[in-house]
């Protein structure tokens, strides 16, 4: 059964997630924005996060003047699979630092192999 949650504690999650990153990899994220929505993409309404731009080991010289990165963090999708608050305290948080994987250049596959899948 899907948990009920506020938006603003939603985001009070999604902001224990980013605790949870050592801040010596916070320092290096550059030109990155952390959003919640409360859907997933039409084409993928049940998508719990998203990545959207350049890895940091994809930029080059010619990277500059461009939009921030965009991490998303998708309420509904992650409040559906989760059955205790308990639940969605771990999911945010595995979403959170999985998406956070990705602005380092970190694959699904590789994630997965380290437990963050």
């Known amino acids: 059964m899907a948990v009920k949650m506020s938006r603003q504690r939603f985001e009070e999650l999604v902001s224990d997630g980013l605790d949870l990153v050592p801040e010596e990899l916070l320092r290096l ?8 929505e409360d859907h997933g993409p039409a084409d993928d309404p049940d998508l719990l996060g ?20 965009r991490i998303t963090i998708f309420r509904r999708p992650i409040l559906s699979i989760c059955d205790t608050e308990e639940d969605v305290v771990d999911e945010v948080a595995i979403t959170v630092v999985h998406e956070i994987a990705h602005h380092f250049g970190i694959d699904d596959k590789v994630l997965h192999e380290l437990g963050w899948g």
Not at 29 to 36: E, H, K, R, S, T
Not at 52 to 66: F, H, I, K
Request: proline share 4%.
């Open 29 to 36: 994220m550059d030109n990155v924005v952390v959003l919640v």
């Open 50 to 69: 998203l990545y959207e731009g350049y890895a940091l080991t994809e930029r080059g010289q010619e990277y500059s003047g461009v939009l921030p990165d």
